[in-house]
């Protein structure tokens, strides 16, 4: 496409438009850091006051970390499979989603009191980082060679700096191509985007294991990574309609993005659901008939108690109930209803994410604090503060894409 060409896609915007947040952007990240930087305060002196080691701290930590990382990394994944399938109908949300996924910078910090301890040698989270641990289980000696602590820290950095690149990288050459009209540009992301999503799934698999699967480091599932990367691409998809929804509520982009867009978000949503069904069932399936101790101790835990009952929410509330509720047309073609179960499974992400994380605490009382609300609210307000200080006063829309102008007039068939 040439310069004129890419110059008449921008005028295709109406002149009124909206595409900047402006003060409101301003505005936002104060609140949102504010927030931010006082819930994570708050949880760390609810953390303080329970005498225990902090040992509870430290599992609602990770708990609300994982989940709001998946949030950026949900992001990134939805910017790469655009550029691999070199998709028009969805360069009009495309923005939101690379500034949610350059966002996720300031959680690279966040990750550091989960893995000083590590390094520390303290297992408070990690049974494996205790060399005493270790020394009396024959198991954890055979994993002692990938499972401790200094290979541990220079995994993390691993894919915190593939993370890094990756999200720079998209949204340094598609605000670039707004200024210059350059369509290059969309060659260059579009040739990254294939190294782009091997390196993220790469990264994302070993980091659900070295993060979440090594919590119970006798335990071990083949298709873990699989089953936390389809966790991140519901919840990518959930929080960025959330977003375009929250955008156009505030008077952006209220006619930039239509009701067309909404429904592919939602078809994407409704695919994913039904992906981490089967990858979920999958995994459950092949431990129960293949019946080895090691592998079905994990389970029997979650089947117990009140555990049970978490994991028969997850089977109806992350799979059954919101594929009956997006399958209908009219579903993913109405914001509110979209809206809501985008909602729905960002909680059901969450619980997914605790019932992993959580039962390291007790097998039979399902814990649950005050705590946990102000270490979500804490890193969430940061991960929006960060999202909305990439976002600054650039453009909400790609100006100088290629493919705004099918974009802008994109129609479900």
């Not at 119970?216 to 519901?234: E, L, M, N, Q, R």
Request: net charge neutral; with cysteine.
């Amino acid at each position: 496409m040439s310069h004129d060409d890419s110059v008449h896609s921008i005028n295709e915007i109406p002149a009124d438009e909206n595409i900047r947040l402006g003060g409101f952007g301003r505005r936002v990240f104060v609140i949102s850091g504010l927030v931010g930087i006082l819930a994570l305060a708050a949880g760390i002196a609810f953390g303080w006051a329970r005498h225990d080691g902090w040992r509870y701290f430290f599992h609602s930590y990770l708990l609300n970390y994982c989940f709001v990382l998946s949030l950026a990394l949900g992001t990134l994944f939805f910017t790469a499979l655009q550029h691999i399938t070199r998709a028009g109908w969805s360069v009009v949300i495309r923005r939101p989603a690379e500034c949610l996924a350059a966002g996720f910078s300031c959680l690279a910090i966040l990750f550091l009191p989960i893995l000083i301890p590590v390094l520390l040698g303290n297992a408070v989270l990690y049974l494996w980082a205790d060399p005493a641990a270790v020394a009396g289980d024959e198991l954890l000696r055979h994993k002692v060679a990938y499972l401790q602590p200094t290979f541990f820290a220079f995994r993390a950095v691993g894919y915190f700096a593939a993370w890094l690149f990756l999200t720079r990288y998209f949204l340094t050459h598609s605000l670039r191509q707004d200024r210059t009209a350059d369509a290059a540009e969309t060659l260059r992301m579009e040739r990254l985007g294939p190294a782009a999503m091997l390196l993220l799934a790469g990264t994302v698999t070993f980091a659900a294991i070295d993060w979440l699967m090594s919590l119970s480091p006798d335990w071990y599932s083949t298709i873990f990574g699989v089953y936390f990367f389809a966790g991140i691409a519901v919840a990518g998809l959930s929080i960025l309609i959330l977003t375009c929804l929250c955008l156009q509520a505030t008077g952006r982009l209220a006619r930039v993005i239509t009701v067309e867009h909404y429904h592919d978000l939602g078809k994407l949503l409704l695919t994913f659901v039904v992906f981490w069904g089967y990858i979920a069932f999958s995994q459950y399936l092949l431990i129960w008939y293949a019946d080895i101790p090691e592998e079905t101790q994990w389970y029997l835990v979650r089947q117990s108690g009140g555990w049970k009952w978490i994991s028969l929410v997850l089977a109806g509330g992350n799979c059954l109930i919101p594929f009956c509720g997006l399958l209908p047309r009219f579903v993913k073609r109405q914001k509110l209803l979209l809206g809501f179960w985008a909602l729905w499974l960002l909680a059901m992400h969450w619980i997914d994410l605790y019932w992993i994380i959580m039962p390291n605490l007790g097998k039979e009382k399902l814990p649950f604090d005050i705590m946990d609300i102000c270490l979500l609210a804490g890193m969430f307000g940061i991960f929006i503060a960060g999202a909305v200080r990439v976002a600054g006063d650039n453009s909400l829309v790609p100006l100088a894409d290629p493919r705004l102008k099918e974009s802008l007039n994109f129609e479900n068939t």
